[in-house]
């Protein structure tokens, strides 16, 4: 087969399995908004759909991995609005770099649980500063502390989760052009 | 695909001295909390909406009422027995009403897509006025 025919399958192969990420991703955050019980603490959530941003950023590279957070924000931005969108985003953003450093910087030395909290935390974090600086109040950094252990239970779950499909969905790269 | 969770040039699921790392975070957080909550009762609760103050309120003497801002009806305040809440707001997720009561210094309530902040302070840090 020549070079550029397979580098264009090589592509069409990853931009379809981002597209089906993406699909998943929007599944399971539809999904974790109906079963998260409303008189939790506010703003706890598990973030499932962080179980397919950490599949992407692990095992596919950066790029997709920014392409999946930008669609989720702009998914969030169609169904519940600017602000919502933007914590999303802020969210997302700096939960990936900061995954990264580790992944990098770490050289191979931190464990996949230890990104994964560190990831739930940085979403946490990110997704807070930007509400500080939204409402020009350093109280909201109050929530801290509570958002700091619901990042670390969040990363202990999704990390697991990842570990348990991981198997099923790397069968997806049978179809990955040889 | 780059690497595999079994690759052993990539980094291991869980390794032991992740045990520590996770306690020493919790811990941090526990920490965190208990320092909150053995803040003072605030005295000063106050309100901004578009990040400019609408009302301040002298919560030690403030009367048990539920109020609105003149002009921004989708939110409803109450006060009582010292503390305050966002009662009611038309927001989407209605996370500043789940906040609840609060009554202690440095405690804060949000509604981000009202952009209305409910925050509250102490007078100064004065812990013991001898007289």
Known sequence: MPDSQHRRRELTYKIVLTAVLFALAIVLSTVENMITPTQLFAGVKLGLSNIVTMYCLFFMGVRPTAALVILKAFFTLLTRGLIASMLA????????????????GGRGKISYLIISIAGAVA????QLLVASWLTKSAYT?????ILLLSGVGAGIVTGITLRAVMPAIKRVSEYRPK | MRNTMQDTSSPKFFKKSDIIIILLILLAAIGFLLWQRAMPAATTATISIDSSVRRTIDLSTAKDEVFRIDGYDNIAFEIKDGAIRILESDCHDRICVRVGFISKKGQS????????????????????VIS
Request: hydrophobic share 50%; charged share 10%; with cysteine.
């Open chain 1, 89 to 104: 985003l802020a969210g997302g953003t700096f939960s990936v770099l900061i995954m990264l450093l580790l992944l990098w």
């Open chain 2, 109 to 128: 309530a949000v509604c981000l897509p009202n952009r209305t902040v409910v925050e509250l302070s102490g007078d100064g840090d004065i812990d013991v």
């Open chain 1, 141 to 145: 950094l109050y929530y801290f502390p």
């Open chain 1, 123 to 126: 979403h946490n974090t990110g």
